[in-house]
């Protein structure tokens, strides 16, 4: 009995270790969410005062495909995708909607003014409960909603020139020849 009490511990730690090395395995970006395929959650946010957009509400969703982007400007991978943000606004390649996550107003401003606003509308989410009923982890987090207002796709983490060229850009192709 003794002998069995002294390995437990080596027990749990196996058993810990595999939970674990598991877990290593698994891709970050491709973390679950109940929303796909689903209508985007009923919600109206206020504009970002100052920055010459209207605020941003679910039926603003339910006209055409579109891409809404999850941004905060205390966001390092944010500033990293947003250039490929600006250049699908120039090209007017898909509509992006922004939703600016746990930020101060006077901050997404000043980020939006140095870096230039790719968006047609953003939603001032204030106390963060937008975010949380679409399943937001964190910012950056790009969401692909087709035209019937259905989040059909999720991306966490940053747009990279191949996540655009190779996944978002071909599901809104495919998803407005759908229409």
């Known amino acids: 009995m003794?002998?069995?009490l002294h390995l437990a511990p080596l027990?749990?730690?196996?058993v810990l270790a595999v939970y674990f090395a598991?877990?290593?395995?698994?891709?970050?970006?491709k973390l679950p969410?109940?929303?796909?395929?689903?209508p985007v959650p009923?919600?109206?946010?206020?504009?970002v005062a100052g920055v010459g957009v209207p605020g941003l509400a679910s039926a603003d969703l339910a006209r055409e495909v579109s891409l809404v982007n999850v941004f905060a400007s205390w966001c390092p991978p944010c500033r990293v995708e947003h250039p490929i943000l600006m250049r699908l606004a120039r090209e007017n390649a898909v509509p992006i909607y922004g939703i600016n996550y746990k930020d101060k107003a006077e901050d997404a401003r000043r980020w939006l003014a140095d870096l230039g606003n790719p968006y047609r509308a953003i939603g001032w989410d204030i106390d963060n409960r937008v975010a949380v009923d679409w399943g937001v982890?964190?910012?950056p987090?790009?969401?692909?909603v087709d035209a019937k207002g259905t989040i059909r796709y999720r991306h966490v983490g940053a747009v990279t020139p191949d996540i655009l060229d190779e996944t978002?850009?071909?599901l809104v192709r495919r998803l407005r020849n759908e229409r």
């Open 137 to 139: 982890y964190g910012a």
């Open 11 to 14: 027990a749990v730690f196996a």
């Open 22 to 29: 598991f877990g290593l395995t698994r891709d970050p970006q």
């Open 2 to 4: 003794k002998r069995l």
């Open 168 to 170: 978002l850009m071909p």
């Open 33 to 38: 969410s109940a929303l796909i395929d689903r």
């Open 42 to 47: 009923a919600f109206a946010l206020p504009e």
């Open 141 to 144: 987090e790009t969401f692909v």
